[in-house]
């Protein structure tokens, strides 16, 4: 059993930038991919980056891919998401999410991660 608890969220300006992050209990984190999803009201929850157990390989959205860094510190059981250039359409709550693999591909259906936080919001102002 892990449980997730997500930071860092808040209102900043377009343009801005924003760290989120994800403390993860129990000794196994390092056994666990990691991922960070978004969902606005009306819509699904969406894929927005993933990390493998190891930190070597990452996974992005085409929407964030060359804003968003995620990253992950397995001696602090903590997974990071940097925000840089933010724009009003990232707007939604983020949430933190993990899954039990060592596989090298990460999924990016949200019905395939083991466990989830419960969200931090995010508003970005234009």
């Known amino acids: 059993q892990v449980q997730l608890v997500e930071s860092g969220g808040g209102l900043v300006q377009a343009g801005g930038s924003l760290r989120l992050s994800c403390a993860a209990s129990g000794r196994t984190f390092s056994s666990y991919a990691m991922g960070w999803f978004r969902r606005v009201p009306g819509k699904e929850r969406e894929f927005v980056a993933s990390?493998?157990?190891?930190?070597?390989?990452?996974y992005y959205s085409d929407s964030v891919k060359g804003r968003f860094t995620i990253s992950r510190d397995n001696a602090k059981n903590t997974v990071y998401l940097q925000m840089n250039g933010l724009k009003p359409e990232d707007t939604a709550v983020y949430y933190c999410?993990?899954?039990?693999?060592?596989?090298?591909?990460?999924?990016?259906?949200?019905?395939?991660?083991?466990?989830w936080g419960q969200g931090t919001q995010v508003t970005v102002s234009s």
């Open positions: 990390i493998t157990w190891s930190g070597v390989t990452t």
């Open positions: 999410a993990a899954d039990r693999t060592v596989a090298k591909v990460l999924p990016r259906s949200p019905g395939l991660w083991d466990y």
